[in-house]
C-alpha cells in the first residue's frame, strides 16, 4: 500500500534541507519506493500564514500521514509572539498530539569528519552511542506551570516535573529493546540523589531491567553524563532519559561529532509511527543563503524508511549515498577544514542522489 509522508518544511533553513530530503525521496520513488509526498505548514511560516504554529489543518495531515519529515522551526522574528503562539509550540504540539514519546537521537562520528570535533580524535574516533529521551512527558509538559505574582508583588516562575510509572515504563521498554540490538549496554541517567520523581524512575528501570537480564543495565546521575560525555564518550552505547535531560545532553552528544549538521533523530509512538527531523535548529543566521547542510536531514528520511517503513534496503542506500560523498570530499562550510573548500546545500543534495 502506497505510504503516506507529510512534509514539514517549517522556518529558516527549514525548506532548503528538506527540499534536498525530498529530492532523495523522490529518487527512491522513481526507483519503486511506493509513497506519496504531500506538504505542510509548521512553526513560525504556519503562523504566518494561518495565525498558529500547528494550524489543525496540519495536524489533521500528521494523524492521516505514515511518517512525518520535519525541517526546523523557530526565529528571532518570532520571539516577542505570546507563548502559545511560537514555533516551538508546532512541534511540542506535533510531539504531544501524536504520542510521539520515544525520540531516538543518534550521535555518529563519521570518519571522514574526525577532525571536525573539537575534542581529541582518539577520544571520539568510532563513536556511536544512541541517546533515548522521553518526549512527551516530563517537566515539558507538567502542570501546573506560569508565573504568578506573590502577595508581597514579587513574580515567581513555577514548572512541574512529573512522570507516571507508566510513562517510564514505555520509554524504558523502547531503550531496552533497543540496546537489546545493539550492544546490549544501556544507561539511564537521573538525578536520584536530589528528585523523587527520577528516584522512581531509577525504580522502575530497574524492575524492567528484570524481564531484559541480557540488557546491562547501568545509572548515573546527570551532572556525571554530562561530565563523562566530553571526558570519555565512548564509554556509552545507548543513554536514556527524561525530556528534559535528554534535550541538554543531546547537545553535548551532538558537538562530539564535530557536526550537529549531520545528526538525524526520530520520534517514535506505540506504532512505531514517527515524525523525523534533523536535530540541529532552523539556523536563522544563514537561511536562504543556500550553504546550509542538507545531510542531517537527508540522514532523517534514511531514518524514517528504516524505523517506520521497516525498508532497511533503502534506508542503507542512503547511509551509503551520505558516505560517498563524504568521501569524495564534499563538505558544506559547517564540516569543511579550515581552508578546505566546500559546497551548497543543492549541490550536496545532488550529489547524494547522484551516488545513489
Ligand atoms: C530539541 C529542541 C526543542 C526541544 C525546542 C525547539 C522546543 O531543542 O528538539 O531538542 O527543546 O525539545
Ligand atoms: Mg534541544
Not at 507563548?83 to 550521535?107: K, V
Not at 545528526?263 to 543563503?289: C, F, N, T, V, W
Request: a negative charge; hydrophobic letters at 45%; aromatic letters at 4%.
Amino acid at each position: 500500500m502506497t505510504k503516506k509522508i507529510l512534509v514539514l518544511p517549517g522556518d529558516g533553513i527549514g525548506p532548503e534541507i528538506v527540499a534536498e530530503a525530498v529530492k532523495v525521496l523522490q529518487r527512491l520513488q522513481a526507483d519503486g519506493l511506493d509513497i506519496e509526498l504531500e506538504q505542510g505548514l509548521v512553526g513560525g511560516s504556519a503562523w504566518e500564514a494561518k495565525g498558529h504554529p500547528l494550524p489543525p489543518e496540519t495536524l489533521e495531515q500528521a494523524r492521516a500521514a505514515d511518517a512525518i519529515l520535519l525541517g526546523a522551526v523557530g526565529g528571532p522574528q518570532y520571539e516577542s509572539l505570546e507563548r502559545p503562539l511560537r514555533p516551538e509550540q508546532g512541534l511540542l504540539g506535533l510531539r504531544s498530539e501524536l504520542g510521539l514519546f520515544s525520540n531516538l537521537r543518534p550521535a555518529i562520528l563519521y570518519p571522514q569528519l574526525a577532525a571536525a570535533s573539537t575534542l581529541r580524535p582518539e577520544v571520539v574516533s568510532g563513536l556511536d552511542i544512541l541517546i533515548v529521551r522521553e518526549l512527551t512527558g516530563g517537566i515539558y509538559f507538567g502542570q501546573p506551570r506560569g508565573v504568578r505574582t506573590l502577595d508581597n508583588g514579587e513574580k515567581e516562575g513555577f514548572n512541574t516535573l512529573v512522570y507516571r510509572e507508566s510513562e517510564i515504563e514505555r520509554i524504558g521498554r523502547s531503550a531496552f529493546e533497543i540496546a537489546r540490538k545493539r550492544s546490549g549496554r544501556l544507561c539511564s541517567v537521573d538525578k536520584a540523589n536530589v528528585l523523587e520523581v527520577t528516584e522512581l524512575w531509577r525504580q522502575v528501570m530497574i524492575r524492567l531491567g528484570e524481564e531484559y537480564p541480557d540488557v546491562e543495565l547501568s545509572h548515573m546521575y546527570v551532572d556525571n553524563a554530562a561530565m563523562q560525555l566530553v571526558r570519555e564518550p565512548k564509554q556509552f552505547d545507548v543513554i536514556v532519559t527524561a525530556n528534559m535531560f535528554g534535550d541538554i545532553l543531546s547537545d553535548a552528544a551532538a558537538m562530539l561529532t564535530g557536526s550537529i549538521g549531520m545528526l538525524p533523530s526520530a520520534s517514535l509512538d506505540a506504532q512505531a509511527k514517527g515524525m523525523y527531523e534533523p536535530i540541529h535548529g532552523s539556523a536563522p543566521d544563514i537561511a536562504g543563503q543556500g550553504v546550509a547542510n542538507p545531510l542531517a536531514t537527508i540522514l532523517s528520511v534514511a531514518m524514517l524508511l528504516r524505523y517506520s517503513f521497516g525498508d532497511a534496503a533503502s534506508a542503507d542506500r542512503i547511509d551509503k549515498a551520505v558516505g560517498a560523498v563524504l568521501d569524495q570530499g564534499l563538505r558544506t562550510p559547517d564540516i569543511a577544514a579550515e581552508g578546505q573548500a566546500s559546497v551548497g546545500t543543492a549541490d550536496m543534495g545532488d550529489a547524494v542522489v547522484a551516488s545513489l
